[in-house]
């Protein structure tokens, strides 16, 4: 986002999409979207050479700064948290897109969950009705890693045990962000750090989701 030139200070102002801090020098602005904040949810990284540049709608970016180009066939064209700050940087509204949210009541564990996305909220539900689930707990845990130099914590969704003594760690992300390097980066860290422990890591996505679920009407027939 970039502001118009200030009566008092003529100085172009580039201002961050995510927290409204703004800056005089674009890759200042550039480097702390990608360096401050989570790819993926609050931006999207421009694919094309030499231009990377942090935005919240790549489509909509694509038409005014790459009208020539073709926009990927595939992956995630919107930041899932928009938000608008007036000129001092000070929130506005928050905007869509909405996703939904809340807490989840587990009748296996006997408390309660919070959920940041419908997917996390169905696969509690499918936990709970696995007869092959012996328990689970959400965002157990933090693992460190390092992307581009930088160290970093993540704190991956499920952590689920099985009555056959085998464990996994889940992460739940819908398909269009299985493409994010920072997504492949920390996803690397938790399956060495699984392995390491005798454990399965797993991305599950919608066909994921889809699978758990004909399992466990199959288990009910």
């Known amino acids: 986002m970039t502001l118009p030139f200030n009566n008092n200070n003529s100085t172009r102002k580039f201002q961050c999409f995510c927290c409204g801090v703004n800056f005089t020098e674009y890759v200042e602005f550039k480097n702390h979207i990608i360096n401050e904040h989570?790819?993926?949810q609050d931006y999207i990284l421009c694919p094309v050479p030499h231009c990377d540049a942090p935005v919240r709608d790549l489509k909509m970016h694509f038409k005014v700064?790459?009208?020539q180009?073709?926009?990927p066939k595939s992956g995630q064209y919107k930041a899932l948290i928009w938000k608008d700050f007036d000129s001092r940087g000070k929130k506005k509204k928050r905007s869509k897109p909405k996703f939904r949210e809340g807490y989840y009541e587990s009748s296996k564990m006997g408390k309660s969950f919070y959920?940041?996305?419908?997917?996390?909220?169905t696969i509690f539900e499918c936990l709970d009705s696995d007869k092959e689930v012996a328990g689970f707990d959400v965002e157990p845990f933090e693992i460190p890693y390092s992307y581009?130099?930088?160290a970093h914590k993540y704190t991956p969704d499920v952590f689920v045990s099985f009555m056959d003594g085998h464990?996994?760690?889940?992460?739940i992300k819908p398909s269009s962000q299985t493409t994010l390097e920072k997504n492949k980066c920390k996803w690397e860290y938790a399956n060495n750090m699984c392995k390491a422990r005798g454990w399965n890591f797993a991305v599950i996505t919608e066909k994921g989701i889809e699978k758990i679920k004909k399992k466990i009407r199959d288990q009910n027939l």
């Open 65 to 67: 700064k790459h009208p």
């Open 167 to 171: 464990k996994e760690l889940w992460e």
């Open 115 to 121: 959920y940041r996305s419908g997917y996390e909220a």
């Open 148 to 150: 581009k130099g930088k």
């Open 69 to 71: 180009r073709q926009l």
């Open 38 to 40: 989570e790819e993926g």
